[in-house]
Nanobody, 123 residues
Framework: QVQLVESGGGLVQTGGSLRLSCAAS????????MAWFRQAPGKERDFVAA????????YYADSVKGRFTISRDNAKNTVYLQMNSLKPEDTAVYYC????????????????WGQGTQVTGSS
């Protein structure tokens, strides 16, 4: 069983930056595809970014392309989401997810999830 714990969320002014971390325990993340999703109140949990276990396949939602960067450090068993140029519309709970079988944008494919961390972009 894989356990994921997100951290690094907070309140940031428009244009500011945050780096979210997702630390794994139970199993190494070496062979897992990893993704970040976010969910605003009353809305569906939407795809943000994903990185394959080969680290050769990376995908971003159009809304964050050029501003957010997903990365992983397998030696530390950690996945990161660097968020720059934050906007009020980035406000959401951000979730880390893992899948051993495939990489994708559909939240329903991911069997392992963290508890989420709140990110608030103030104007």
């Amino acid at each position: 069983q894989v356990q994921l714990v997100e951290s690094g969320g907070g309140l940031v002014q428009t244009g500011g930056s945050l780096r979210l971390s997702c630390a794994a325990s139970g199993r190494t993340l070496r062979n897992y595809n990893m993704a970040w999703f976010r969910q605003a109140p009353g809305k569906e949990r939407d795809f943000v970014a994903a990185i394959g276990w080969t680290i050769s396949r990376i995908y971003y939602a159009d809304s964050v392309k050029g501003r957010f960067t997903i990365s992983r450090d397998n030696a530390k068993n950690t996945v990161y989401l660097q968020m720059n140029s934050l906007k009020p519309e980035d406000t959401a709970v951000y979730y880390c997810a893992a899948d051993s079988a495939q990489i994708g944008r559909d939240r329903r494919q991911y069997p392992y999830w963290g508890q989420g961390t709140q990110v608030t972009g103030s104007s």
